[in-house]
């Protein structure tokens, strides 16, 4: 049986995969943040005090990423039954609400809110990619990006753009970033004093 294969660099397709991935676990940290503010766990607050900031790392993703610890992640049965059939945009709009119902300090609300704008914007470029077509041009060597709207009882609209392999790399690279500072978040809820490095945010 014959199959269709889009004429595309490996590069793009490489870096298409690079946006499906990253932005699968930035939904997932977003997840664990929820499931944290459901269940509160005492004995990784206090290890994120004693312990190296490496190992905060290690352990937050071995909590969000790997089947043993999903078993026993914070809030672990209620928070995952809650995020589970939730969609992105939800999840981040009950992370917001615990998080402010929780937090009693304005500046770390504050934060939190400019970094989940950040989390939405990233979500409205990953769909962007996932929901249009990828082809070749009429320029050797370029590809476009082709998505026809009709939304709202709208004319057509057929939106056609020329994108780089580092277009598409930067839009990666801002998803891995928004993740990594929603899970500085998540730390700093247990432990505020933790310095990110140079991607810190304050709160």
């Known amino acids: ?30 997840s664990f943040f929820i499931w944290n503010l459901v269940k509160k766990d005492e004995s990784f607050g206090e290890f ?16 969000t990423s790997s089947p043993d610890g999903l078993k026993i992640a914070p809030g672990k049965r209620q928070g995952q ?26 500046s770390a609300v504050t934060a939190l809110q400019k970094l989940l704008d950040r989390a939405r914007q990233a979500e409205d470029k990953r769909n962007i990619v996932t929901h249009s077509l990828w082809t070749m041009s009429d320029k050797k060597g370029k590809v476009n990006r ?18 780089s392999v580092e277009d598409l790399e930067s ?7 928004v993740a990594y500072e929603i ?16 991607l810190e945010i304050s709160i």
Request: aromatic letters at 10%.
């Open 81 to 106: 039954i809650i995020t589970s059939e939730l969609s992105f945009r939800q999840k981040i709009d009950l992370l917001s609400a615990l998080y402010q119902d929780i937090v009693d300090k304005p």
């Open 48 to 63: 994120v005090k004693l312990e190296s900031p490496l190992l905060y790392r290690q352990f937050t993703e071995f909590l």
């Open 171 to 177: 839009i990666a690279t801002e998803i891995s970033e």
């Open 1 to 30: 049986m014959g199959t269709f294969e889009l004429e595309l660099d490996e590069k793009y397709l490489c870096s298409l995969g690079k946006i499906t991935a990253n932005f699968a676990t930035l939904e997932q940290i977003i």
């Open 146 to 163: 082709i998505k026809a709207t009709a939304r709202n009882k709208k004319q057509l609209n057929l939106q056609i753009q020329r994108m």
């Open 183 to 198: 899970q500085t978040s998540v730390i700093r809820f247990y432990n505020p004093s933790f310095d990110a490095g140079s």
